[in-house]
């Protein structure tokens, strides 16, 4: 089937998008991968939490300013910039980490970096394609974002920690150079365009605007998922290798297995969407409800590889109520002329929740148990579940 020009446009720009996300991915997940060996030389649990804490501070706050930059200034700019800057940093930290302190700050900054990429990714596909297509982007480079953590745990599954630093950071300044050149080619050909969509009021009235939109809704979504996508998939690779009592190593090769299955759960949460009537409120409710099930199974399960099945499917179940958030309720903001605004700020809380949680978390290993954990998560999609009912629905019933 022959595909139409808008068709086509959007393969060329979900395309870019969609590689660069997952060098962004990769870059994001090496810390993570890297860290049972690093614990086996002698780095604290407590101390790569705090790390990875500022380092998701750093993103979140750069995530509400870049994402509101990122509303007037080209992506073309804002994305090669956060690549190239992120690639830097991510070098200059394996190098000096015997400085903890300033290892802490210039990973952090790493964060700051990485933060000025997706706001403006996903305020130009929505702008250039039309809703449909735009969906379809926005999977793509979520799939990528799943993606990227399996990648990293292969590079850390055959080389040194330092040694997948660097090659992290050769994949993100091969992407700011790749990225500038198909940008501007994009640009000279009309492909990508700017500015073409503003937000209708100022202040208050796009306060309002974005109420109509559930915004206080899709904002705890965020909050809940961050936590899971990012703090309980950071803290899966050292659960393997401590809680279920598998070498490093072994635990790396695991968590590559692992999120790589996951890397699939966009796919299957658009499926579900899209077979729900793309309904996507129904498709949230149902995907918490399931991480509920099988956070519990988790806690119950003792036996290794089964309790690894429970975690991942819950995992992908929270997820899957994240892909609903990124993919289809972000990029449906277009006519606002605020999505780089909306999806920074969403953003933003996101990974100030995953900052806090993973403080927490570091901790809460080696004090309340890995058990215990589990039923922290299993609390946060039953929060999850309770903010999906549909009270709409009650009103209406209420109101007849």
Known sequence: MKLSTNA????YIGSL?????????????ILSAVTPQMIELGYAESYIGNISSLYFYFYAFGQLINGAIGDKIKAKYMICMGLLGAGTTNLVFSLITPYPTA??????????????????????????????HATRCSLGYTFASFFGSPAAGLLASFLAWQSVFAVSSGILA???????????HFERRGIVTYGQYKPAEKGAG?????????????????????????SVVFWLPTYIAQHLGFAANTAAGIFTAATLVISFTAFIAVFIYERLGHDINKTVLLMFSSAVVF???TYFVSIPALNIVCIVLAIMSSNGAASMLWSRYCPSLRDTGMVSSVTGFLDFLSYMAAGTANI???NAATTIGWGNLILVWLALMVVGVIISLPYHLFKKKQSA
């Open 8 to 11: 086509k446009n959007a393969v």
């Open 174 to 184: 091969a992407m700011s150079v790749i990225g500038f050149l198909f940008f501007t």
């Open 206 to 230: 796009n306060i309002k605007l974005l109420f109509r939109y559930q915004i206080v809704k899709f904002s705890l979504i965020s909050i809940l998922t961050g936590v899971v996508r990012t």
């Open 103 to 132: 290892a802490m700050l210039v990973y952090a900054l790493t964060g700051f970096f990485l933060s000025m990429i997706y706001g403006p990714m996903t305020k130009v596909v929505s702008e250039n394609t039309e809703p449909i």
């Open 295 to 297: 956070f519990t199974l």
């Open 17 to 29: 998008c969609s590689i660069s996300y997952l060098a962004v991915y990769i870059a994001r997940n």
């Open 360 to 362: 927490i978390f570091g």
